[in-house]
C-alpha cells in the first residue's frame, strides 16, 4: 500500500521561506517521476513542479526561480524548498505522482502566506 505524507507547511511573512517533504512508502519510488501540487481556496489543483526519477526538474511558470524540488530516494522523500514567498503561494500543497494517481492524494500541508 503505497502512501504519500506531506508536511513542512505553516505561516510564513511575504519573502519568507518553508521546506515541504513527502514522505512516500513504497519500495519503487526510485523509479517513480514526482510531482508537487497546489489547490488554493476557491481555485483547481494546480501542478507546481516536477522531478523525473533521474533529478531531471520542472516548475510551474508561477514559482519558476523560487521553489526548488528534490529527492533523496534513500530517505524515500520529495522535498519542495520555497523561498521569496508570496501571498499568491497560500494554498494546501500535496505531493503525487507524475501524472498524479487519485488513489494516492494525501492531507496536504498547508501554506499561509501573510503579514
Known amino acids: 500500500q503505497v502512501q504519500l505524507v506531506e508536511s513542512g507547511g505553516g505561516l510564513v511573512q511575504p519573502g519568507g521561506s518553508l521546506r515541504l517533504s513527502c514522505a512516500i512508502s513504497?519500495?519503487?519510488?526510485?523509479?517513480?517521476?514526482m510531482g508537487w501540487y497546489r489547490q488554493a481556496v476557491g481555485n483547481q489543483r494546480e501542478w507546481v513542479a516536477r522531478i523525473t526519477s533521474d533529478g531531471t526538474t520542472d516548475y510551474a511558470d508561477s514559482v519558476k526561480g523560487r521553489f526548488t524540488i528534490s529527492r533523496d530516494n534513500a530517505k524515500n522523500t520529495v522535498y519542495l524548498q520555497m523561498n521569496s514567498l508570496k501571498p499568491e503561494d497560500t494554498a494546501v500543497y500535496y505531493c503525487?505522482?507524475?501524472?498524479?494517481?487519485?488513489?494516492?492524494w494525501g492531507q496536504g500541508t498547508q501554506v499561509t502566506v501573510s503579514s
Open positions: 513504497g519500495s519503487m519510488f526510485r523509479f517513480w517521476a
Open positions: 503525487n505522482l507524475v501524472p498524479p494517481s487519485d488513489r494516492y
